[in-house]
């Protein structure tokens, strides 16, 4: 029996996808048979994503970007509609965060530099791709938040800043789903626990890593194709009437 794809036809564009989470999303969505866009700032990284993917004999679109700069990320995306007629699922994967400074020390650029990059990139796709969306009547936004939005780490040391703004992200799944379920769309949040993508491996040390580990019930850190699995089923119709939910990919790190 031919196998079953679960994105077949599906036009996928997924920010930060040239490491990391958001490179494992775009690779799985690609394996169920989306055609994949990455939106990424580090062109060697995502030239070396598209060339892994053609080798599996899947072409994936590259579009060098900031995403932190609105009137570039209205110009990329328009110029996706004008090519493609549609887009079907938005991954807001770009993100993260460089350092634990206690919260008398985060300068007022450090502040807003992360919440660039965690809260407003998203914003800036998720507006630009809302209105291609709602003519459509369908489509499927996922939002990449963090444990550290829903409680600090039980097992190691977490950093108010980005707290915030994977807090915000939450705040603006559930609102939005509101919104635009009218028009089909389902808006959703993935929150992943520690895993080790190259962000994480300069970010936390052994020690750390060692005891998120050791603490999680499941006494392991999850990999990164765990949360792809996680956003093909978000983007799947298996659930086409799941929205404004928070799923938790962290391997029981928190649990309440
Ligand atoms: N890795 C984890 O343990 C973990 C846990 C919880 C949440 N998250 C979240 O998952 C997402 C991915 O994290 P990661 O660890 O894979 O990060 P990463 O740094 O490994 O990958 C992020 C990608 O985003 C790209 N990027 C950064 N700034 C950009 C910009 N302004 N414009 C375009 N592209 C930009 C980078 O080039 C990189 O390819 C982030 O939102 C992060 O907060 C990660």
């Known amino acids: 029996m031919a196998e079953i794809r679960k994105l077949e036809g599906k036009v996928a564009l997924v ?8 490179e ?9 048979g989306a055609k994949t866009i990455i939106f990424d700032i580090d062109a060697n990284e995502s030239n070396r994503v598209k060339e892994e993917l053609r080798k599996t004999n899947n072409d ?3 579009v060098i970007i900031d995403v ?3 009137d570039a990320v209205n110009i990329a995306i328009s110029n996706l509609y004008k090519k493609y007629k549609k887009i079907d699922i938005l991954v807001n994967a770009v993100g993260g965060f460089y350092n634990f400074d206690k919260i008398t ?6 502040w807003h530099k992360v919440i660039n990059i965690n809260l407003n990139s998203a914003f800036y796709c998720t507006r630009a ?7 459509s009547k369908s489509g499927r936004i ?3 938040s963090s444990g550290a939005g829903i409680a600090p780490n039980p097992h190691a040391p977490s950093y108010v800043p980005y707290g915030a703004a994977k807090a915000g992200l939450l705040g603006m799944t559930k609102l939005l789903a509101r919104d635009a379920g009218e028009f089909g769309i389902t808006v959703n949040a993935i929150a992943p626990g520690t895993a080790l993508t190259p962000r994480v491996k300069k970010v936390r040390d052994a020690r750390s890593i060692s005891n998120i580990a050791k603490m999680n019930p499941l006494k392991n850190i999850i990999e990164p194709v765990d949360c792809a699995k996680a956003a093909v089923f978000l983007s799947s119709d298996d659930a086409r009437y799941i929205t404004g939910i928070t799923m938790m990919v962290n391997a029981g790190n928190l649990i309440f």
Do not use: P, W
């Open 68 to 70: 932190c700069n609105s």
């Open 60 to 62: 994936t679109e590259l």
């Open 15 to 22: 920010t930060g996808a040239a490491q990391g989470l958001g």
């Open 142 to 144: 996922i939002n990449i």
């Open 129 to 135: 791709v809302m209105k291609y969306m709602e003519k």
């Open 105 to 110: 020390d985060v300068t007022d650029e450090e």
């Open 24 to 32: 494992a999303i775009l690779k799985e969505f690609a394996l169920e």
